[in-house]
Every structure is written in C-alpha cells, then in structure tokens.
T-cell receptor, first 112, second 113 residues
C-alpha cells in the first residue's frame, strides 16, 4: 500500500472551512483514498473515500487531484466537535484489513 | 443500527494475569479486526477474523490470541500480561473481509500495573 504524508497539526476557526491536505505520490491505480478521524478517547470514525472523482457526503468533501498524487479533505463549516486527529490512508479496495496503516495523521484544532 | 460494541470500556490488571476483551460487530457485518493503539506506536493491526477463521495476523507475540463465534462476535485474549501491553484495544467490523470501510468501536482501555 502507498504511503501518505500529512501535516502534523492545523488550526481552524469555528464556522470556517477546514482543508486538510494529504500527499500520496506513490499511489497505485487501484488504490483508494480513505479518510478517518479519531476524537479523543473514541475509536476512529470513517469519513469518506474516493478513487478518482471528487466525493461529497454529509460529513465532508474529498478533492483528489487529477494525477491522484494528493488529496484534500474539506469540512465545510468546522465546529468545535470536529477537533480530532484526521488520518489519510490509501489502500486497495479489497485486501486484508491488516494493510490499513494509519500513520500519525493531522491533529486539527477548531478554535472559537 | 447499533455500532460496534466493546466491553469492558476500562480494565486494570496486574503483570502476569490474563485478560479477555469482547467485541460485538455491527449487525450483518461478518469481518472483525483488532488493533492496538499506544501513544508511541499508534494504531497497530493485531488480527482479522471472518467466518470464525483468522484471515490475517499482525506482528504480535503468541500471547495475543483471538477468536470469532458463529454470530460474528469476537474476543481477544492476552495472556501473561506485561506493562507494555497497556493500550487502547480497538475492534472494527466490516461487511466482508478486505472490504472497507471499517467501523470502529470506542475500544477497551487496558492498564497493566
């Protein structure tokens, strides 16, 4: 599975959009980009995933560059409850869950 | 639909004891995975079960074991506990093995003294 690079931390003002970048320059053609977040003392929470096209759900939007070497997770109106560690993971759609490598993630702090 | 349920939420044990943790997956999910999370190592994969069979195992000693029952519920056991086993143990389920996304429980916080 490809490796990802994320900034260790980011700040965002409450009510503003939070844009979390992720580099995955060695991504393979059959690997998806997944985003999870982990709020303190809770298990990781699935947010969104995509292959090539941009994706949107009730939680966030995922923008993947045309060359697929990077992506951005967008939380359109960040709230204090969005303060968490956000993990970007790339992996094939099928394959043992043992290959789900979380890395260090980005600690997002939403401030009032 | 109820999420992944892990019990107990907190556990304190002493060195040398053994412990059993329980996980109930989301209804209809047949694959269960276990992860260990520590501040230093982050999230590390322990093992994965599907249809009562272990499908994959991470790089942990044999003191760590698990099993899955016919109703997809899973347990993991750690024998001869060491101080370094103190961690948050997370269980995750998915519809079938190898098909994300994973849905995680809130974990069992194990403290070994």
């Amino acid at each position: 599975d490809a490796k990802t690079t994320q900034p260790p931390s980011m700040d965002c003002a409450e009510g503003r959009a939070a844009n979390l970048p992720c580099n995955h320059s060695t991504i393979s053609g059959n690997e998806y980009v997944y985003w999870y977040r982990q709020i303190h003392s809770q298990g990781p929470q699935y947010i969104i995933h995509g292959l090539k096209n941009n994706e949107t759900n009730e939680m966030a939007s995922l923008i993947i560059t045309e060359d697929r070497k990077s992506s951005t997770l967008i939380l359109p109106h960040a709230t204090l409850r969005d303060t968490a560690v956000y993990y970007c993971i790339v992996r094939v759609a099928r394959g043992s869950q043992g290959n789900l490598i979380f890395g260090k993630g980005t600690k997002l702090s939403v401030k009032p | 639909k109820a999420g992944v349920t892990q019990t107990p939420r907190y556990l304190i044990k002493t060195r040398g004891q053994q412990v059993t943790l329980s996980c109930s997956p989301i209804s209809g999910h047949r694959s269960v995975s276990w992860y260990q999370q520590t501040p230093g190592q982050g999230l590390q994969f322990l093992f994965e079960y599907f249809s009562e069979t272990q499908r994959n195992k991470g790089n942990f000693p044999g003191r760590f074991s698990g099993r899955q029952f016919s109703n997809s519920r899973s347990e993991m056991n750690v024998s001869t506990l060491e101080l370094g086993d103190s961690a948050l143990y997370l269980c995750a389920s998915s519809l079938e093995t190898g098909i994300p996304p994973l849905h995680f429980g809130n974990g069992t916080r194990l403290t070994v003294t």
